[in-house]
């Protein structure tokens, strides 16, 4: 019976296509939103359990003296720690092309940050010269930078213009890290005659990694302890802490993207309710006839539900399989490659697959209920005097 | 073909119908459109039932086919009561003993001929084989072995007909119930058609009960049965 109904499909094929590519479209659509919500949430999902965040109390933007670096690496359970600042310029060939400038310690840095992957020959090229960034292979194949080339940016917050050379080109271990972000040495910065007066022996934010993630609360209180009766005093906390923090301030944003994935797949069930209740009525005759030989109420509903299911499923295998080439090789490398502060890992997970089909196949079912319903509920002599 | 007469009444009839009223509502008006009826027919007859339109022809046949039921009186067929069956238990009954053939054929349009003459039997517990075996030899009963696998866009009407009937007649019912089964067709295909049943009645010994217009239809049956204003003349 199932066979007959997934046949009913062939009845007007233009009106069947269309609803499968209706479904498509929502499919596609409902991967990439919950894609987009798993990206953003990778950050906080795979952030190290062992690194904590110091920052200015106040505010990111305001810096901290270097020599908390030290007195932060002095506290008991701290294994290491590493300063950064946030640089910001902008390569001026590629003026309309974002992506981060960070100053760190090189050394202290690739410690912190041990999912960073950098050839042995590159990190001592890069410990040793000045001028020398790493930049990750993401942004090296976007703007078609190599080891050894000479680039100048243009400072925003440090005016002027600022060469570096090229000491390596990083890959990482783990999906959180932003493949397409430029580190260079913190000394290049600090020493330069236009940051002497403004900023000197200044830190942004300091990064630590602790022997004990069971005791992360405890060492970053003790951190801001420390500094509590300073001039500048601290706020620390879990790098997944920080994370999530940031991800709980674009929260609303995430809410209503899980509210929008969620409205695509009720007007998908929408299109296909209305595509299988027109069927039902035009085949009232037909239903009608199938009745009078012996055909249950049920057997009719199965047959009006199969053919609702299958195109639900049909169009959420051809959306699931459309998914991979739109939002992997498209949209995600795009974003990977340009926003990737954002979403440095922008791939469709399996669940999301998943829950993708299940989710079509249940609307399926429910979109078919109704017109299902009106089916049973048809009485044979009406429906046999009604013009198929 | 099976020409089982276990069921039948002591008087050899096979539908037995007994002051049967039909009564409509039309908003708040009455219809009566069966009116007291009684009417006989025997195992193995070939009858017909004329009259002008709205006379009760059709109601008549689908209360005896135990697609509705009357008002009151009772329709036994096979010796079974069939008003009195549940819904559930009519449709069971319906596809156990009831061939139906409409004036438009109603084949499903998607299907082949065989796949619309295997539509009753899947209801049956049969497997697919089996089910192809009925099939196949219906629709050479009915002289379309050839065409069983074209669709019915690629029959003409006489043929679609003749589908039809094999699809009646694939479950091995103990009556047919023809409504207008020439009333779509040419002459020649209606002849056709006519001599199809003929045959079934002879040859196979099926009760035939048939609602037709046509009055060279009617002379095909052994048995014409008027019908005006809900009453047998």
Redesign the interface.
Known sequence: MTMVAVRNLRRNPLRTVLTIAAVMVAIIFFVTLRTVLSAWTAGADNAAKDRIGTRHKVSFIMPMPLRYVQEVRDIPGVKSAASANWFGAKDPKHDREFFATIAVKPKDFLEVYDEIDLPAEQREVWFQTKTGAIIGDSLAKKLGWKIGDKITLTGTIYPGEWEFVIAGIYTATRRSVDRATLYFNYDYLNDDPRTRQSSHDQVGWIVSRIDDPGRSAEIAKAIDSKFDERDIQTLSMSERAMNTSFIGMISAILKAVNVVSLVMLGIMALIIGNTVAMGVRERTHEYGVLRAIGFLPKHLAVFVVSESVAVSIFGGLLGVMLSYPLVEQGLGRWLEENLAGFFPFFRIAPQTIGVSLVLAAVLGVLAGALPAYSAMKLKVVDSLRRAG | MSTDTSSQSANGAIVSAKRVRKTYLRGKEELNVLQDLDLTVHEGAFEALMGPSGSGKSTLL?LI?G??RPTSGTIEVAGVDVGALPE?AR??W???NIG?I?Q?Y?M????TAL?NVE??L??ARLSGKERRERATTALEVVGLKERMQHYPRELSGGQEQRVAIA?AIVTDPRLIVADEPTGDLDRKSADDVLALLDRLNQEFNKTIIMVTHDPAAAERAKKVHHLDKGALL
Do not use: C, G, S, Y
């Open positions: 689908n086919a697609l509705d559930r449709a069971k319906r596809a156990a139906f409409f438009t109603n499903m349009p998607v299907l796949e539509l009753p899947l209801l699809r």
